[in-house]
Every structure is written in structure tokens, then in C-alpha cells.
């Protein structure tokens, strides 16, 4: 079987070889990945060579428009969508206000919204605030103990006034990679659209969208190798019945329908070495030719596989520990490599500690109050929580454990 090619790997993120970073080995991915190569380069291109209007007729305004297309159309066969369901927009949190927005104004007063609490707040919150509006809103609620969602307690909420069931692919503490195939199925199997918060799982692999049946999938460029933008697929049908939230004159165009303010040129243009990387990987680990939606299934594969190998010591080191509740499961497969911890002492605390023997990683509640909270844990204190992605290391895992066993 095929393996990652670590080595291969790391010599396409820059940072990897710069030397302020050099000794430090970073925990912190699940709030932010380092940028591949492509991405940097076709961004400093932009800025050198094309930052002017798009789409005017004179030769480097068409180049700066085709570019910004290209990031759009090769994503969007990447995810296995049409060209014109995928939107950019500033950040995902942005873009889920922008859909919660459309979605007030088409719902009725007494028509109902799915949320969880397992959600960061910013795939939970904007929905929330439409309760204002006289939208009914109902909580599937985590198991205080493990976090997870149970479907079964999501057929007990569904009935014909449910018009949307919000929720996570994973959460961004919990870590537990959640079946959306199935809650898919069971929400429009009860009439409802779905929405489908993908940020803390796209790191660990691009999905095929279009297989997984969502009508809304959300994620983010900068935690995914690429610029601070965020990604929103949003499916013709549902697309065509919400109010447009654009300028009026864009309101025709299905991409544009729900990015009220002017696109980011430059770093639209620059995903595209999102794409370029996840087809560069293709090649040196498969080669061959294959649909842009099997290349990224098939990296899709093998970076989850290295996490989940890289993961289970780690799960290992941690759940036995008398100071130390380990959220979330304690089995690498079917879980994310983001590791929330529960102290005796605030997250931040021990982050700070971490520091000093060259891991990077983070304390807090990172936007998931309620998840915590509903698992016991004061948001105040927080967890600390130690996230990777599949350019890490074996040595760099080795670094963390040496590192833990000093300051836990």
C-alpha cells in the first residue's frame, strides 16, 4: 500500500524550512495550517503581476479574471460540485451570517432550525440569532460524557416543520468525525436542507461533496494550506430559492448570490494552489491521470491514514493520565488529530509551558463554550489542545510526547 511521503511533503510548505521556526514543531493546525508553496507563489504572482480590476478587456486584467476562475472551477470538480455552486467569501464565519441572513428572510415564523452544541460558534450562533425572527429553534445536544452526536436523538427533533439541520463534520474540540451521509439522509428524508460545517474536517483531506449529499458544505482556505478565504458549496436547488443576499445586478449569477461585498482578487486567484498541490501530491504518490474529484479522494486517503497512525500513540500517552480528561474518543479511527484536553489548570497555562521545550500549540475555549460547558468543563479554564495535520512528523510526535511528559 501506499504511503505518505513525508519527506516529499514538508518540502512543499516553506515553512518548513524557515529558520525562525526551526525546532519548533506546531500543534496548533486546527486554527490555522501553514501555506503550501503554490498558493505563495500564484499569490505573489497576483500581486506582481495582475493586481488590477478582473475581467477588463486589456491582457493583465484578463489574466487576473481567468485565474480567479480556475481557483473556482478546479476546487469545484476537486469537491465534486458544479463550477457555480462554490462561493468565496471572507471567512466561513462570515459566509454562514451571510446564509443564516437568506435563510430568515425565506423561512415563516414557527418554521423550525436544527442546531447542536457541539458546534464552534460560528456554525451555531448566527442560526441562533433567527430565533429573533420567530424561527423555532431545537438543539441536538452532545453526550455530556463523550461528546457525540447521536442520530438517533436527531429523528426524535425532525418533523415537518424542520426546514434545516445545522452541524459540524467534526467538531474543533470534540474530534469525533461525525456520519454525514446518514444525518443527511435522515434530515431530507424528513423534507429539510442541510448544512454541513466542514472546517475542522477539510484540513485532513478534501471530500467529495456531491457523495456526501449535504445542500451546504463550508470550510476554510487558510486551515487548508491556502489564503485566508472562506469556501461555501451551496447546491443549485437550495441556491436558486434563497433570497439573494448580492448586489442586485449579481443576483442571476449563483455564485455570487451570497457574497454581499466584493471578492478578494488576489487570494480567490491564489486558491487555486490549493488545487495545484493536492494535484502535485497526486502525482509523486500515484501518478497516472484520474478525475480531480479521485485525486483528492485518493490524498484524501493517505493523509488520514498517516494522521491516524500518527495519532493513536498519542491518544495513548494522554488517556491514562490521572490530571488529564482526554475529549472526545480515545481511538484514532474515525476521529480528527485534534486533541482537546481538560486540566487541573487553565489550557492557556500549559500551552505557555509547551512553549518552552518548542511546541506550538494553544489553550482556550476556541469558540466552543457550549460544547465544554455541556461536557462539564469551564469554558473559562478551557482545554489545551494539540492539533495536527499530515505534513507532520514522527519526530515532531516524539517532541510533543518528550514535551508533555515535563509539564503534565
Not at 488520514?304 to 475529549?327: C, F, G, M, W, Y
Request: aromatic fraction near 8%; include cysteine.
Amino acid at each position: 500500500m501506499t504511503q505518505l511521503d513525508t519527506a516529499w511533503v514538508r518540502a512543499q510548505f516553506p515553512a518548513f524550512a524557515e529558520p525562525s521556526l526551526q525546532g519548533q514543531a506546531f500543534f496548533e493546525n486546527a486554527g490555522g495550517s501553514y501555506t503550501c508553496r503554490p498558493v505563495i507563489d500564484r499569490l505573489t504572482r497576483y500581486y506582481t503581476q495582475r493586481k488590477v480590476q478582473p475581467y477588463a478587456p486589456y491582457a493583465a486584467s484578463q489574466l487576473a479574471g481567468a485565474e480567479m476562475d480556475e481557483a473556482r472551477q478546479r476546487l469545484a470538480a476537486m469537491l465534486g460540485v458544479e463550477t457555480d455552486e462554490l462561493s468565496f467569501g471572507p471567512s466561513t464565519t462570515q459566509n454562514t451570517y451571510v446564509l443564516a441572513q437568506a435563510f430568515g428572510q425565506m423561512l415563516e415564523p414557527g418554521e423550525a432550525i436544527i442546531v447542536t452544541n457541539q458546534d464552534h460558534e460560528a456554525n451555531t450562533g448566527p442560526w441562533r440569532r433567527l430565533a429573533e425572527r420567530g424561527i423555532e429553534l431545537r438543539e441536538w445536544c452532545i453526550d455530556p460524557e463523550t461528546g457525540r452526536l447521536n442520530p438517533d436523538d436527531l429523528e426524535n427533533l425532525l418533523d415537518d416543520k424542520v426546514r434545516l439541520v445545522c452541524f459540524p463534520h467534526c467538531s474543533n474540540v470534540v474530534g469525533q468525525v461525525n456520519p454525514v451521509v446518514e444525518i443527511t439522509a435522515l434530515a431530507h428524508a424528513a423534507g429539510a436542507f442541510v448544512c454541513v460545517d466542514g472546517v475542522s474536517y477539510a484540513p485532513h483531506g478534501f471530500v467529495d461533496v456531491g457523495a456526501l449529499g449535504p445542500d451546504i458544505y463550508l470550510f476554510s482556505a487558510y486551515k487548508t494550506f491556502g489564503p485566508h478565504q472562506g469556501l461555501m458549496v451551496v447546491r443549485r436547488a437550495l441556491g436558486a430559492l434563497l433570497p439573494n443576499q448580492g448586489h442586485v445586478f449579481n443576483g442571476g449569477t449563483l455564485y455570487k448570490r451570497f457574497t454581499p461585498a466584493g471578492p478578494d482578487h488576489a487570494q480567490i486567484a491564489a486558491c487555486a494552489g490549493m488545487a495545484d498541490y493536492i494535484d502535485e501530491a497526486y502525482r509523486h504518490h500515484i501518478g497516472g491521470d484520474a478525475p480531480p474529484v479521485a485525486r483528492a479522494g485518493a490524498m484524501h486517503d493517505l493523509m488520514r491514514a498517516h494522521e491516524t497512525a500518527l495519532l493513536q500513540p498519542l491518544l495513548d500517552a494522554v488517556k491514562s493520565r490521572n490530571s488529564v480528561r482526554l475529549i472526545g474518543p480515545a481511538t484514532a479511527e474515525n476521529r480528527a488529530p485534534t486533541v482537546a484536553l481538560a486540566l487541573n489548570r487553565p489550557g492557556e497555562e500549559v500551552a505557555a509551558d509547551l512553549a518552552q521545550h518548542g511546541i506550538m500549540a494553544g489553550g482556550g475555549d476556541f469558540y466552543a463554550g457550549r460544547a465544554l460547558g455541556a461536557m462539564g468543563v469551564d469554558p473559562a479554564k478551557g482545554v489545551l489542545r494539540l492539533s495536527f495535520t499530515h505534513y507532520t512528523s514522527a519526530a515532531e510526535m516524539d517532541q510533543l510526547l518528550t514535551a508533555l511528559d515535563k509539564v503534565l
